[in-house]
């Protein structure tokens, strides 16, 4: 009589191996003052009377501003604005974005949504001791954007969720997010539609809501989403192994092998890879070299417009990652998995 071999069970799986950290953006616009699409004029003053208030109140503060996009994988960056500059707090794991949609944008960042507003409030509650915000006592906060109207407030949850990509389930999720007035945006470059399926899940409105419970809900969302992926993972190694390993040996061979390489289809390849890294499946990397990589693409900056100019950066880069990953493979362990 002959039996089935019986497949080895799926690695023990870790909610931060889903869960990159979690921000908190509070968008500000100064009494007085035009939106900053329609004051350029007046854009060094509003800036150096942030720049004031932060000398009184955070006197630990990066008093060398930095244009947003410098190091914009990180989370971090991910929640400020565009053509914003940034002035950095350590000591509060939060920045200050001057000039961007808005006239301010305090960005926190921690472990989960109520630690990240937490540091932005702090830091927000400071500069309104020494700044006016425009209110109004029937709207909330006046902001450039309508739909950051009322709190002006965005919080939520970084979230790599490539296994229930995987498994055909992403859509249904997405849609179940819109029921409790979330969204999740994705990173769209070089026509790679969410690259990487890592999202920023947060809410979608602001106007009418209380800060507390916008915080509550994206924690109950981000968690809900966590245990989704986790069990998408369990499901691609136990019933669809051979989509698992075709995903992470396609990707592996493009990256020890490619020759031009853009920062949106190199930060795409490595999602399979990071999955397997976090199960113990590779040898020659780790989980955290993977997500220092993935974190350090400048996906927000503009595309290279000349061809040969955009050809010369992503061969280089073709040439470091094969570098780097030219001893990189799967193990035995992944084997027995997907066998």
């Not at 902001?143 to 979230?159: E, I, K, M, N, Q």
């Not at 989980?287 to 990589?293: M, R, Y």
């Amino acid at each position: 009589m002959s039996s089935a071999r019986r497949r080895p069970a799926c690695p023990e799986l870790y909610e931060e191996d889903v869960r990159f950290s979690s921000f908190a953006r509070l968008s500000r616009n100064i009494a007085g003052y035009p939106f900053p699409h329609k004051n350029a004029d007046k854009s060094q003053a509003i800036a150096d009377a942030v720049a004031d208030a932060l000398e009184r109140e955070m006197p630990g503060y990066s008093a060398k501003p930095e244009p947003a996009g410098a190091a914009n994988g990180s989370p971090f960056h991910m929640a400020a604005p565009k053509g914003a500059t940034l002035y950095a707090i350590p000591s509060k794991s939060a920045v200050v974005a001057v000039n961007g949609t808005d006239h301010i944008a305090v960005c926190g960042m921690g472990g989960n949504p109520a630690k990240a507003y937490a540091a932005a409030e702090e830091i927000e509650n400071a500069l309104g001791r020494h700044l006016a915000f425009a209110w109004r006592p029937d709207i909330g906060y006046l902001t450039a954007s309508p739909s950051d109207v009322g709190t002006g407030l965005r919080t939520g949850t970084l979230l790599h969720l490539e296994g229930l990509h995987l498994i055909g389930e992403l859509e249904p999720c997405m849609r179940g997010l819109e029921a409790m007035r979330m969204k999740a945006v994705g990173f769209d470059a070089s026509g790679i539609r969410n690259a990487a399926h890592l999202f920023r899940v947060c809410n979608s409105v602001t106007l009418g809501e209380k800060e507390e419970d916008l915080v509550k809900r994206s924690a109950t969302a981000a968690d809900a989403l966590v245990e989704q992926e986790l069990n998408a993972r369990v499901r691609l190694v136990e019933e669809l192994p051979r989509v698992f390993a075709d995903s992470v040996c396609r990707a592996l061979a493009i990256l020890k092998s490619a020759r031009l390489l853009s920062a949106a289809e190199t930060f795409d390849l490595l999602s399979p890879i990071r999955i397997a890294a976090s199960m113990d499946l590779l040898s020659g990397i780790t989980l955290e070299d993977i997500s220092k990589t993935m974190t350090s693409f400048p996906l927000g900056e503009p595309e290279e417009s000349d061809a040969d100019k955009r050809d010369a950066a992503d061969g280089r880069r073709a040439d470091r990652i094969t570098r780097r990953f030219a001893r990189v493979s799967t193990n035995g362990r992944f084997a027995e998995l997907t066998t």
